[in-house]
Each structure stands twice: as structure tokens, then as C-alpha cells.
């Protein structure tokens, strides 16, 4: 039995921007994912990128066509939380208006290191019109969440028409369900006359 070419509607750009005092990404590195949302199958193309100041130049330009960014700093190194300002602009100036950003405070199971407050992140997030949540990657609390949330978010500015389509900017690309069978229609296809190549 064949299959559909694809097996999602959606395939919705993200960025994630670490900011890290010490190497985790060199560079760029990607992975994509299927999610759910509003019985929506989306994929996610997740361009994880180097929060580090000697690969800025390198990783802004991964920031153009971004549906959804990922602020990830450390809730146990201040530092990190410090350059959030530096890196929202950024995202700001290099994506497009509606991209959806989203504030995560990392290490959340660390609670007795926690040198950043939930309320003062939560604070910054709201003054920048941000989502915010903290979470784990150790654990994988919230790590879902996080994805999911600006996931819906960015459909929902689908569905209400604020994201554009057919804006290459947009970060997002629809892609309509073939039948079963992998055939767009069940049309006999005339008959080609000449060579058949």
C-alpha cells in the first residue's frame, strides 16, 4: 500500500536561541519533529543555534523566515539572563513581526542554584510581549510545552489571518493532504504522445 507523500499540513520554522557561557552549539545544528495541534499535524524544522557572541554573525542569518523563536537562558547563571535584551532585538530586527517568540528559563529542576527569579523573567516576558515558561532539559519538564505553545500560538495567528501564507517570511508552509495512495486525483491522465521522457 503506498503512502502519502507527507503526513502534516503545516511545516512551521523555528529558531533556538541559547544563550550558554559555555559551548553547546557550534554553529547551527537542526532536527525537525511532528506535533499535534487543533488536529493539525505540523512539523517542526528546529534550527538550534549558538548563543554564543563569536557565532552571532553566523547564526543571524538563520533568524530570517523564523515562524517561532526560543529564548532558552539558565536559571542558575545570571549572565545568561543578561544578554536576553541583546539577542531579543536580534530576533526582533531579523524576523518577521509575527514571529512568535517564547521565553524559557532552563534548568527549572536546579531550584536551589536558581539565580534568576520566575517572577523577574516572567516580568521581562510580559514587558516584551513574550510567552514565557521555565523548564528542564534534564528532566524534560515543560520541554513539550514549550514547543506546543508557540506551536498553537502561531497557528492560532494563522487561523486568524494575521500570518501571511504566502509570505516566504512567514516561517510557515502549507502543505495540503494527497489521498491515499500518494495520487492527487483520480483522473485518467491523457495519453502523451512523442517521447516519454
Known amino acids: 500500500m503506498a503512502t502519502a507523500p507527507y503526513n502534516y499540513s503545516y511545516i512551521f520554522k523555528y529558531i533556538i536561541i541559547v544563550m550558554a557561557d559555555c559551548p553547546h552549539t557550534i554553529g547551527v545544528e537542526f532536527g525537525t519533529r511532528i506535533i499535534e495541534v487543533s488536529g493539525q499535524k505540523i512539523k517542526l ?73 520566575y517572577e523577574e523573567a516572567k516580568q521581562f ?42 509570505a516566504a517570511e512567514s516561517g510557515v508552509q502549507h502543505k495540503p493532504s494527497a489521498p491515499q495512495g500518494g495520487r492527487l486525483s483520480n483522473e485518467p491522465q491523457p495519453q502523451r504522445e512523442g517521447c516519454g521522457c
Open 45 to 117: 524544522q528546529i534550527w538550534d543555534t549558538a548563543g554564543q557572541e563569536r557565532f552571532r554573525a553566523v547564526t543571524r542569518s538563520y533568524y530570517r523566515g523564523a515562524a517561532g523563536a526560543l529564548m532558552v537562558y539558565d536559571i542558575t547563571r545570571r549572565s545568561t539572563y543578561n544578554h536576553l535584551s541583546s539577542w531579543l532585538t536580534d530576533a526582533r530586527n531579523l524576523t518577521n513581526p509575527n514571529t512568535v517568540i517564547i521565553l524559557i528559563g532552563n534548568k527549572a529542576d536546579l531550584e536551589a542554584q536558581r539565580d534568576v527569579t
Open 125 to 166: 516576558a510580559e514587558e516584551n510581549g513574550l510567552l514565557f515558561l521555565e523548564a528542564s532539559a534534564k528532566t524534560g519538564e515543560n520541554v513539550e510545552d514549550a514547543f506546543l505553545e508557540a506551536a498553537k500560538k502561531i497557528y492560532q495567528n494563522i487561523q486568524d489571518g494575521s500570518l501571511d501564507l504566502n
